[in-house]
């Protein structure tokens, strides 16, 4: 069977359309309405293990979406901190062994260490 240049040329076009939708960033949080994310960055060098399963979220409150569900053991590795306007420490952290980043509260923390906190660009003048 021969494809034309036609054919060819518009499935060229799909795959490199998939291939882009597949590889692009899941959306930010802070486009989600009512679940405010601050900038992140890599400040901070601590890490934390997980006291039980808990959700990893897209955002620093329990009502905002989940990235991932973790279990208890698992390590997070800090970028930084903020506190949310309900007064709760969360941080902004990488699972170890993956690139699956996300929002932790502290309260599902245990075994914290290495950390200021550092706050996260723009979060410093936050009192916790």
Known sequence: ???????????????????????????????LPGCPAPRTANVDHGSGVMRGSFNLKTAPYAACGNVTRLRAGQVLYFHCWTVNRYGKHWVY??????????????????????????????EDHRNG
Request: with cysteine; glycine share 14%; hydrophobic share 40%.
């Open 1 to 31: 069977m021969r494809l034309s240049t036609k054919t060819l040329g518009a499935l060229a076009l799909g795959g490199a359309l998939t291939a882009g939708l597949l590889s692009a960033p899941a959306a930010s949080a802070t486009a």
């Open 93 to 122: 952290a990488r699972v170890k062994g993956t690139d699956t980043h996300g929002w932790m509260s502290l309260d599902n923390l245990r075994g914290v260490k290495n950390t200021g906190p550092t706050f996260c660009p723009g």
